[in-house]
């Protein structure tokens, strides 16, 4: 069934994302100074988890708050939602993710583009910058976030009202650890909104192809080994 009202809940979901999720990053500058270290990767895993936490209880039973193609395209592979409604769903977390991005821009134009707002760097050094090392990241990290979504969202013997709260622990744990690998992406709006704005493109591919290829192994998995069991 097409449903208007709920793509435009992923387009906000999505655009609160990329507006406090790459804000994290800004304020963790100010706040900690430039460069890594312990207390601001904490902060901006702090600020992703608790966004995606909050927007799936906000949201969740409006459109299942995807927040993330390599949410959708899975989940309209193995028909748990409507080709016309997957690709929309696609289409406003694109759009929500580029709007949140033009917003940051105009608050931040230097501390911004400083760090092009929030577009995830590439492999770190330590994965010796390996493409290959980074795309595995992106996609094992992935598939763990859709293995937390299939198993306390969609599990219909899941716990209720915990699924917000598991998945927004799964996000906080994958930027607690990813952030120093890949920047912790998972989410292609979520690398495209701030690469599109600021024009920093580098490695973006991985950032789609790594996270859609995690998900769909996930999503696949779950559906046949788990959710269509019991």
């Not at 100074?33 to 901006?44: C, D, H, Q, R, T």
């Not at 966004?51 to 039973?61: D, E, K, L, Q």
């Not at 105009?106 to 995830?120: H, K, R, S, Y």
Request: glycine fraction near 12%.
């Amino acid at each position: 069934m097409v449903n208007p009202r709920a793509w435009l809940a992923e387009g906000l979901a999505t655009y609160a994302l990329v507006f406090f999720g790459p804000l994290s990053i800004i304020v963790a500058i100010a706040y900690f100074g430039e460069g890594l270290n312990p207390l601001s990767v904490l902060f901006i895993s702090l600020a992703h988890g608790g966004t995606i936490g909050i927007m799936i209880y906000a949201f969740g039973h409006i459109s299942g708050a995807h927040i993330n193609p390599a949410v959708t395209i899975p989940m309209i592979i193995v028909r748990e939602i409507p080709v016309k409604d997957g690709i929309a769903y696609v289409g406003a977390q694109v759009a929500g993710a580029i709007v949140a991005a033009l917003t940051l821009l105009a608050i931040f134009p230097e501390l911004g583009m400083a760090v092009n707002l929030g577009t995830q760097p590439g492999p770190g050094d330590m994965l010796n910058n390996s493409v290959a090392s980074g795309f595995a990241v992106e996609a094992i990290l992935t598939f763990f976030l859709l293995v937390t979504i299939c198993m306390t969202a969609a599990h219909k013997k899941a716990s209720a009202g915990w699924a917000g709260f598991a998945i927004g622990g799964m996000v906080f744990l994958i930027h607690l650890v990813g952030i120093p690998l890949t920047g912790a992406s998972v989410n292609p709006a979520r690398t495209f909104g701030p690469a599109l704005v600021s024009g920093f493109w580098e490695f973006h591919w991985m950032y789609w192809a790594a996270p859609i290829v995690g998900g769909i192994i996930a999503v696949v998995l779950m559906k046949y080994i788990y959710l269509n069991k019991d």
